[in-house]
């Protein structure tokens, strides 16, 4: 299992057939949205809604108006205007975006985005005295700019104004520019807060034109909004779902010159562009020009509407993305290396080299997090300074514990999950120190693993190629409005064969008597945790496969477990939850399956007296250990007892990570079962007996 646990909800027919039936929508699809709780007809008919009148008036944005009319001013006056970007691609397609539009009024603006390796993130005094310098008096700043107090301040004083732009969270007082533009400003009315940084520059455009031009704009800008908010990780809801799905059409009907052609070195199919592959195929090569230090790469691509230009600097990209993968590679076998050499079991990764290229430390860290389940926090070392990026786990804000090390640390920023930060390397083990001892005292709220899921499926007709194919109305999916995920349980594991050079597997399941070809990405037979003839769960996003002018569902696999060991991860889940006091549900069926009767409790409770001595190890051979002589107590049901004991006071059991501890207890008079809040909760209330 790559998940500790899947959470999902019991399929209910009657439920769902209503929900169909109220909305006009396929089974499949009312499936959906009725486990997302969107059931009713109005609320169905306004998620699926993609109608351009769903985006709102720039003007309720606060400050909108004020930049609108000085932006406007300067184009009026042709006064010398520099757009001030970041390094990502919403920073580059928001510069994209703001430079096009300029130069359609007949303006040459100045575009100025730092270098990620000697500048760093954000306004730099520096660059605004080049840009002064070079006679720009007005600078719109683009995914960037709202705490940049004192650069404001600095660029007043060489004449320049400045529109700030910006879609990050504003922790403090905001600039004294002309007009600060953010949708997460504490007083900003505007309604959509996940506008990504071209998202808000779309906007101000919207705002200076007026609303009569929308269409015009939609049609000429929208494909780099798109690309920027799906790069950006944005939520895929209310105006960035219309926002982004009028950007896939422009993509594949009539994408500009230097989109044509990435699309072209990603060997993407134009004409069924879809959101997955702007996220893994179109963003990581627009990022790497940042990640490696030319930026402007990406923007000359982006600006060009010459396709000879356009070819080569794909051509650039792809190389240099292909160069930032080779040393992500060395880096993640540099720290693995370092992991093992100092012992390494839990708890956060904090490290620091002289020879990290610090451009690629957010995605090395991002794939620790991935493989550890802990915060990530990796720094180059330049002189007498490391600066680096952090990865966080769900349950631990990440920013907070960073801001607990403030002390120690020359500067940090970012939020929950993602930070970036700069340490001096003389107080770099004291601020490692500090870290640790808060997320120590700050541990996750949540310790397991969890795959959201949708549903587990019971119909095979919801499987069927009409139903699979009616999911595309779901799109475009992304945070927020994440692709189906759907459970099968109890399916038998009939094929496994390598594709893909042994990277990856193609599966077939069969269940009710049918045979479902699956895809599992990343997945070899040694690590699948699963042999031919085995009963097995799968949690899949059901696809339509076309292949050699045949269209047939695809299982795409998101994780398998042995129809055992899910439950397992599920039984362990619930009662720790439940014993923590955390509101918590069992589904029926995994109640039934996991819930012994006092026969159960008896056997175990012998079965313990025969060992003797505390056991501990591994908690599938503790429990396997247990019970192999007794055969009607399956390994699920023993672990539930052994909680009950623990919850009674008849034995003490604890667990760290996967590792079971039991210390049986002298029992001197009858306990009765049915106090057990465990045991209470999982029979509802059925009277099972003392022991």
């Not at 006056?77 to 990502?88: F, K, L, P, T, V």
Request: aromatic letters at 6%; proline letters at 4%; glycine letters at 8%.
């Amino acid at each position: 299992m790559k998940w500790d646990v899947w959470n999902y909800v019991e399929y209910d027919s009657a439920a769902v057939s209503a929900c169909a039936r109220a909305s006009g929508c396929s089974l499949l699809m009312a499936a959906v949205l009725w486990s997302r709780g969107i059931s009713s007809k109005e609320a169905i008919a306004d998620f699926l809604s993609l109608d351009r009148a769903k985006l709102h008036d720039p003007m309720l944005m606060a400050d909108m108006q004020a930049g609108a009319k000085r932006i406007a001013e300067a184009i009026a006056n042709r006064e010398q205007i520099a757009i001030y970007g970041d390094y990502d691609v919403d920073g580059i397609t928001a510069s994209a975006l703001l430079a096009d539009y300029l130069k359609s009024h007949g303006l040459s603006p100045s575009v100025y985005i730092p270098d990620r390796l000697g500048e760093g993130y954000g306004l730099n005094l520096a660059a605004l005295k080049s840009l002064a310098d070079a006679g720009v008096t007005l600078i719109i700043t683009v995914d960037c700019g709202v705490t940049s107090v004192e650069e404001v301040l600095y660029a007043k004083t060489l004449g320049i104004d400045m529109v700030i732009t910006d879609h990050h969270q504003c922790p403090g007082a905001l600039p004294d520019a002309v007009a600060v533009i953010d949708p997460k400003r504490p007083d900003c009315p505007y309604p959509e807060k996940e506008l990504s940084g071209v998202g808000v520059a779309f906007k101000l455009v919207c705002a200076i034109e007026g609303a009569e031009k929308l269409d015009i704009l939609l049609d000429r800008y929208a494909d780099l909004v798109a690309a920027g908010t799906v790069a950006d990780v944005m939520g895929l809801t209310g105006e960035n779902r219309v926002l982004v799905t009028e950007g896939l059409e422009c993509l594949r009907r009539a994408p500009r010159a230097g989109l044509k052609r990435l699309m072209e070195e990603a060997s993407l199919e134009q004409k069924t562009l879809n959101v997955t592959n702007i996220g893994f195929s179109l963003a990581p090569r627009l990022n790497a020009a940042g990640r490696m230090g030319n930026a402007a790469l990406a923007f000359s691509l982006l600006d060009t509407n010459m396709p000879e230009e356009a070819e080569a600097l794909a051509g650039e990209l792809s190389e240099l993305n292909q160069k930032r993968q080779e040393i992500e590679a060395g880096i993640l076998e540099d720290v693995l290396a370092m992991l093992e050499n100092e012992g390494y079991t839990t708890g956060p990764i904090v490290l620091a080299s002289e020879t990290w290229h610090k451009g690629v430390l957010g995605v090395v860290a991002a794939r620790l997090l991935e493989r550890y389940r802990e915060p990530v926090l990796l720094l180059c070392v330049e002189g007498e300074f490391g600066r680096g990026s952090c990865r966080g786990v769900d349950g631990f804000d990440l920013f907070s514990g960073l801001e607990a090390c403030a002390s120690y640390l020359d500067t940090f920023g970012g939020h929950a999950q993602a930070a970036g930060l700069t340490v001096s390397m003389a107080q770099f083990p004291g601020f490692k120190e500090a870290f640790l001892s808060y997320y120590a005292a700050h541990p996750p709220e949540t310790e397991s693993f969890a795959l959201m899921a949708d549903f587990s499926v019971t119909d095979p007709a919801l499987l069927s190629l009409d139903q699979v194919k009616s999911l595309d109305r779901l799109e475009p999916c992304g945070r927020g409005n994440p692709s189906p995920v759907l459970v099968l349980e109890g399916a038998s594991l009939v094929k496994v064969q390598s594709i893909g050079n042994g990277k990856h597997l193609k599966l077939q399941v069969e269940k009710w008597g049918q045979m479902f070809d699956c895809i599992f990405f990343g997945m070899t037979p040694d690590t699948l945790g699963a042999a031919t003839g085995d009963l097995v769960d799968i949690a899949f996003t059901p696809q339509c496969n076309h292949f050699r002018g045949k269209t047939t569902v695809q299982l795409l696999m998101r994780d398998l477990a042995l129809s055992e060991r899910r439950l397992m991860g599920r039984a362990r889940q619930f009662c720790k939850d439940l014993l923590d006091g955390a509101n918590t549900t069992i589904a029926t069926r995994e109640a039934r399956l996991m819930h012994p009767d006092r026969t159960h409790f008896v056997s175990l409770w012998r079965q313990l007296e025969r060992v003797k001595e505390n056991l501990s190890g591994q908690v599938d051979h503790v429990l396997s250990t247990l019970t192999a002589a007794l055969p009607t107590l399956s390994p699920v049901r023993a672990y539930v007892c052994l909680r009950v004991f623990d919850e009674l006071g008849l034995a003490t059991v604890s667990e760290e990570a996967d590792i079971l501890y039991i210390t049986r207890g002298e029992q001197e008079q009858k306990v009765d079962l049915n106090t057990s809040q465990i045991l209470r909760t999982l029979q509802g209330g059925l009277d099972i007996g003392t022991v």
